[in-house]
């Protein structure tokens, strides 16, 4: 009986145990798993950055440096254009209904206040206008249509670099690619036969300059897109605003 017991005490400490071992160790195998996928994750990271690195590289660094010159001054323009056009909007409305009341209170000079105290191409127009106001309608439709011409090439200031850059970028990187095609067929002629690693790496050269001057002329064409749109809105805006202006001074002559 006590040999009965001491089997069974023996089989449920084997049994306690076992089962405590292969806990511990699926434990410890999800961790080494969940350790290793982070590893993994951590090297496809570090791989896509190096991998980014090595091709720019093989581009050559002649031109693929002018390509990533063209798209960090093309993004700078556009990064400048894009917070001045922000600043340069404004409620036109809101304006307009200022301006009036403060002509029908005050006259021209309290209109002019209000046009001083508020920023952006519209309120300058809305400032020349009533500045000639008191040389007629006529006089002040001429200073409006003038001025508003000034503040439209402000608008777009600088909005021509972009362009050639996304021009430029592209152009760029078909040279890179004529380049490598020439260079190939240069290690051929001096290998004196057909070698097909010495065509691929030459085209493999042609073909990444190619592809990051897409890629430069890609995203410098949404924003300049972005910006153009943005001019068109703000120009348009003035218009509606000049005419409202004209109606205004209209009124109050009479």
């Known amino acids: 009986m006590k040999r009965l017991f ?22 410890v195998a999800t961790t080494v798993v969940t350790q290793e996928t982070t590893d993994d994750i951590a090297e496809e990271d570090l791989g896509f950055h190096q991998e980014l690195k090595k091709r720019f590289i ?34 036109s409305k809101k304006l307009a209904q200022n301006v009036e009341e403060a002509l029908q209170s005050g006259g021209i000079e309290a209109a002019k206040e209000v046009c001083r105290n508020t920023k952006g191409p519209v309120a300058s127009i809305y400032y020349q206008g009533l500045d000639r106001a008191d040389d007629g309608l006529e006089s002040a439709e001429k200073a409006v249509v003038a001025y508003g011409g000034v503040q439209m090439g402000q608008l777009e200031k600088n909005v021509s670099w972009i362009s050639l850059f996304i021009a430029l970028a592209p152009m760029l990187g078909f040279m890179g690619t004529v380049i490598g095609m020439i260079q190939a067929f240069d290690k051929i002629q001096q290998a004196g036969g057909m070698d097909a690693t010495l065509v691929a790496g030459g085209i493999k050269v042609a073909l990444l300059t190619t592809v990051f001057g897409l890629i430069v002329a890609i ?31 209209s009124k109050y002559k009479k």
Request: glycine share 6%.
């Open 6 to 27: 001491s089997i069974l005490a023996i089989v449920f400490l084997m049994a306690f145990g076992t089962a405590n071992a292969t806990t511990n160790a699926a434990r």
């Open 58 to 91: 093989e581009g050559g660094p002649a031109f693929m440096g002018i390509v990533l010159l063209c798209l960090i001054l093309g993004l700078a323009i556009a990064i400048e254009r894009i917070i001045f056009l922000n600043l340069s909007s404004g409620n």
């Open 219 to 249: 995203i410098l064409q949404i924003f300049y897109n972005y910006i153009v749109a943005k001019i068109d809105n703000i120009v348009n805006d003035m218009e509606d605003s000049s005419i409202t202006l004209m109606d205004m001074l």
